[in-house]
């Protein structure tokens, strides 16, 4: 398949599914409150790409959500490109993905994180994933959350589910504090064994991570919750934000590869402490 075509396939589901979590966020939300949409552009005068990133705040449900499309060219600065595949001796690359995270008002719902993206240098993959933190586990929720991504991996290959737990394991961790960022979920990096079956992959995370959402909210929305909830979850935002900041990829290579900076620190949360 000609790389053209593949890049527009990828791109065109990173955007389509864009508008699909928008549409169910806003759905929980009754419409009573719209996402704030903003067009970017990487580097006008050279026509280097962009994207757009939609965030929600003060919501009934979504305390903030941010849903960010982006697809981008250019060069990796000469520092970066030793670490990505395929940079070192062509600097070139294409980037196209979604990413999305749910901060929520019910501390009693847990966040939720969401990527998937298609990186082309000399090389091709796919990459992403999905995690959920809560402020107070909840084993039953876990148990069925693990359940839903063990059956996911089982549909395209046995061996997946094994592999990209314990790497999301690996990844949503931190050094500093020897502890977890959440109950952890799957990860999964350079995949480019074969473009249809990997793409076939992404398209079932994307549609599977919406069901997941929207699952856990309905479940637990009603749900009562006290103050104590409450600055126990902001105590855990506190440790997200530590995350993300510090050790998160996308974070990294979006702020050295110019991208929107609104857009790459948008998830964060809308309000953290620490103790």
Known sequence: MDLEIKKHLASNWFKTLQHAL???????????????????????????GGGEFR???NGKVFEKVGVNFSKVYGKFPKQFQKNIPGAEKDPRYWASGISVVMHMKNPLIPAMHFNTRYICTTQQWFGGG????????????????????????????????????????????LPHRKEPR???????????????????????????????????????VKKKWTSKDKEDQ???????????????????FGLQTSGNIEGILMSLPPLAKWK
Not at 240 to 245: I, K, P, Q, R, V
């Open 55 to 57: 965030i929600l705040k």
């Open 234 to 252: 902001y105590v855990k935002r506190g440790r997200y934000a530590e995350f993300n900041l510090l050790y998160d990829r996308g974070t990294k």
């Open 22 to 48: 928008c549409d169910d966020i806003l759905k929980i939300e009754k419409n009573k409150i719209k996402f704030r949409i903003k067009k970017w552009e990487k580097n006008i005068k050279n026509d280097e």
């Open 130 to 173: 999905m995690d959920v933190t809560p402020s107070k586990i909840d084993n039953a929720e876990k148990k069925e959350f693990h359940s839903t991504l063990k059956n996911l991996c089982n549909r395209h290959s046995k061996g997946y589910y094994k592999k990209y737990k314990k790497w999301c394991d690996e990844y949503f961790y």
């Open 182 to 220: 959440g109950i952890g979920g799957i990860f999964f990096d350079y995949k480019k064994n074969n473009f249809e079956k990997d793409f076939d992959f992404v398209r079932d995370v994307g549609v599977t991570f919406q069901l997941i959402f929207n699952k856990i909210i309905e479940k637990k």
